[in-house]
C-alpha cells in the first residue's frame, strides 16, 4: 500500500540550520523538499568528487584481472586517498587511449607506405637545404615521360598503370600532378615507436590491475559523499527569513510523532499538515515480505506509482508469475532458471542483503516448471514418447490456450475497475466502472468469436447494452452541474475507450503465441538434432552441439520474452484500466549512515 504522508515544516535559527539537519538525518523519516535551487562551492566540489569517483569506478570495471597463476593479484588493495588514487586511474586511462588512438593511426600509416619502402623524410629535407629536392608522386605510367628531362623519375611500385615515382630535381618542377606530402617518420622508425608504446601499454595495464582493489573503497567514498551532498543540498536549499532557517519536506504519517517529540527535545518550531492537491508527494510503500518480493521489477523497470495513485504490487505479482510460467512454457528451464537462482543466491547471497529478487525469481521458475507438467513440455513436446501425458491434456489445444489468454485478460482487467468502482462508492460514479466491466465481458466473448470461430451467445449482448449506458451515465455523474455535460463526457470516454477495452482484451494472445513460439523453437532443434542423430562419435558432437545451442537460445529469450510482453501487459493494458501514470517518484528521507 501507499503509506499517507504529512507536510512537515521546520523552523530554526539560522545559526542551528547545521545541527539541526544532522538531527534530522539520525532520524531518517523527512523527505527535504528545496525551498531554493541549492547551490554553492562545497556542493560543485563534492559534484566534482562524486564524477572522479564514478569515472574511476567505470575505469575498473572494464579493466580484465589477470588470471596467470605466476602473476600476483592486485596489490592496491586499500584507498587509503583515493582521491589521489581516482585520478591516479584517470590518467592512466588517459595515457592508454592516447597510445592506443596512436597505435591504430600508426599502423594505417605503415600500411599507407609500406608501398613507397621504407625511407627517413628528415633526409629528404636535408637535401633539400642542398638544393637537391625529391618528390613524391602517383602518376600513370604512359604520363611519366611528360616531365622534363631535367628531372630524374624513379619508379618505386607499379600498380594497375599507375606508379608510385619519386622525382628527383635540382629546380623547381612545374606538373599538374599532385604532389604526395612527406610522413613525419619512416616504417621502420614507426615500427620501433610502436614497440616502445606497447611496453608503455602492458606498464599501463599492469598498473591498473593492481587498482582493482580500490574498487570497493572507490564505492564507499562515493557513498559517503552523496550522503554528504545531500546534506549540503539540503542545508543550501534551506529558506531563510532573518535569523529565522526553515525548511519543508514530507514524513510517513505513523512517523510524525517521532518528529514532534523531537521538535519539543531540540526546541523547534514545527507544523504538520495533509498536502495540498496540487503539489508533488513522494511516494512511500510498504507491504508484507511475501509481496514485496516484487519491489525489485519496479526497481528494474524505474517506475514508481503518483502519491494519489493506485499500489499494484499484489496483482502484478500474480499475473506476472503466471505469464512466466506461459511465456516461458517448459517445465525443464524452469528447473534450469530455479537451478541457476540456486547457484547465484549461493555465490552472491552473503553480499546482497535483500534476498527479494532470489525468492521472485524462485516463484517464477516455480510457475514454468508447473505450466511444463501441464502442458507436458519438457525440452519441447515432440520428442516426448506418447506414454507421457500431460496433466492437463486440454491445454495442447491451440484454441482452448488462446480462449483461457482471453479469460486471463478479461479477469485481470475486471479486477482493476473492481478497484477502482470500490475505492469510488459509495457515490454512484462507481457504476461507471461496473459498465466498462460489462464491456469487458462483451468483448470477451466477442474476441472468441471473430478469433476463435465460436458463437456469439446471446446473453453477450446485454453486456455491450448495459456496459455503454453505465459509462455513459456515470462517468461524470455530479447533480450539481449540468446533466447533459456529464452525460457528454461519460459519451466521449466511451467513444476513446471502447475499441480500446476490445484490443486489450485480445492483446493477451501474446502470452499463446510467445508460448508457442517458445515450445517451437524447442522442438525444431530437437528435430534437427535427432535427424542427424549418435551414430558416430562426430555426428553426435554435432547433434549435442545443435541441442545446446538451440535450448540455450530459447532460455536466453525467455527472459526478455517475459520482459517485452509480461511486463507490458502489467505496465500498460491493466495499468491504463486502474488509471494508473506511474508519475510518482520515490520517497527517499534525508539519512545519516
Known sequence: MIVPMKKIAVLVQSKDADSTLKTLGSLGVLHIIHRKPPHGKDISALEDDIDLTDKAINILKTVEPDKRKDKPGPTERKADNWKLKAQHVIDLQDRLSRLEEYGRIAKNEITEWQTWGDFNPGEIKTLAEKNINIHLYRIPI???????????????????????????SRDKIETSFKEIPLPKMGIKRIQTRLSEDQKVIESIKND???????????????????????????????????????????????KVETLLKMSKKEKWGIAASDPSPEERVPTLIRNPKWISIIAPVFKVLEIVPGYKELDISLWFLVFLSIFFGMLIGDAAYGIIFFALTLVAQKKFGKKVPNKAGFILLYVFSSCAIIWGVLTGTFFGQAWLPESIKPLMPALRNSKNVQSLCFLIGTIHLTIGHLWRAILKSPSPKALSDIGWVSVLWGAFFLAKTLILGESFPQFAKWFFIAGPVLVVFFTDLNLNRYILKGIGSGLGNLLLNFVNSFTDVVSYIRLFAVGLATVAIADAFNKMALGIGFNSILTGLATAIILLLGHTLNIILGPLAVLVHGVRLNVLEFCNHVDIRWSGFSYKPLREE
Not at 142 to 168: H, R, W
Not at 215 to 238: P, R
Not at 243 to 251: D, E, M, N, V
Open 142 to 168: 604512359k604520363k611519366i615521360k611528360d616531365f622534363p628531362a631535367s628531372a630524374i623519375v624513379k619508379k618505386l611500385q607499379v600498380k594497375k598503370g599507375i606508379a608510385n615515382c619519386a622525382v628527383i
Open 208 to 254: 591498473m590491475q593492481k587498482h582493482l582493489g580500490c574498487i570497493d573503497d572507490f564505492s564507499a567514498a562515493k557513498k559517503m559523499l552523496q550522503k554528504e551532498l545531500e546534506f549540503q543540498e539540503a542545508l543550501s536549499g534551506m529558506g531563510e527569513s532573518g535569523s529565522i532557517a526553515y525548511l519543508t519536506g514530507f514524513a510517513p504519517d505513523d
